[in-house]
């Protein structure tokens, strides 16, 4: 089955600079690479995702890119502000219809003021 | 709803008892998940239902886990002998079959003791 590694665990950066955290998935036939931010005692939120056919995608001050080759792919949040602080998940699904997410273990992004 | 409802947003229930965990998914979404996240873990993929039935279930650990979602709106989860390790977050999500990602409700949390 699929498997979804994410890092780093943690990222401190000061606001106004950006940040990034990297994913690498086992399965070439995955197709759909979402992004998921989750703050303290509520579900996670989709922030941005990207299928296998495009190799960037930006959404305001954040980017997400993909390398099938490699099989890793990227968020990139510019400009960060301190409600950017959160845990933030990667994943992965090779299903069309993305029935089924294999999630990344989460890395904890705090903006430092 | 304008948003998927969780019920209720804790549960605390000695080991051995029977619990049903209950998701209203945003109203016209024919797709239905349960995931299971683990204290600093990314969520874990349990079950999916499209429409009323479990298209699939590969990711229930045994069987004293069962799900039914009977009219293909409302799902409710159902854990027999629950044991300490079954202590949780247990989120749903919903969405429109491939149209993107999916929108988590808030959880349960299940503490078994």
């Known amino acids: 089955g699929e498997n979804v590694e994410q890092h780093p665990s943690t990222l401190s950066v000061q606001e106004g600079d950006s940040a990034v955290i990297k994913c690498t998935y086992s399965d070439s036939a995955s197709n759909y690479f979402p992004w998921y931010k989750q703050e303290l005692g509520k579900g996670p939120q989709l922030i941005i995702d990207i299928r296998s056919n495009v190799g960037e995608k930006k959404d305001q001050r954040i980017a997400v890119t993909l390398n099938k080759t490699a099989k890793h792919f990227s968020l990139h949040i510019t400009e960060t502000q301190p409600e950017d602080s959160a845990v933030y998940f990667c994943a992965a699904s090779s299903r069309i219809g993305n029935e089924k997410l294999t999630f990344g273990t989460g890395t904890r992004l705090t903006i430092i003021p | 709803g304008a948003g998927v409802s969780q019920t209720p947003s804790n549960k605390v229930t000695e080991k051995g008892k029977y619990v049903e965990l209950r998701c209203d998914p945003i109203s016209g979404h024919t797709a239905l998940y349960w995931y299971r996240q683990s204290l600093g873990q990314g969520p874990e993929f349990l079950i999916y239902f499209q429409g009323t039935g479990a298209a699939d279930d590969s990711g229930l650990p045994n069987d004293r886990f069962f799900a039914v979602r009977p009219e293909g709106s409302v799902s409710t989860l159902k854990i027999q002998r629950t044991e300490r390790g079954d202590s949780a977050v247990y989120l749903c999500?919903?969405?429109?079959?491939?149209?993107?990602?999916?929108?988590f409700g808030s959880g349960t949390r299940l503490t078994v003791v």
């Open positions: 999500a919903s969405s429109l079959t491939g149209s993107g990602g999916y929108t």
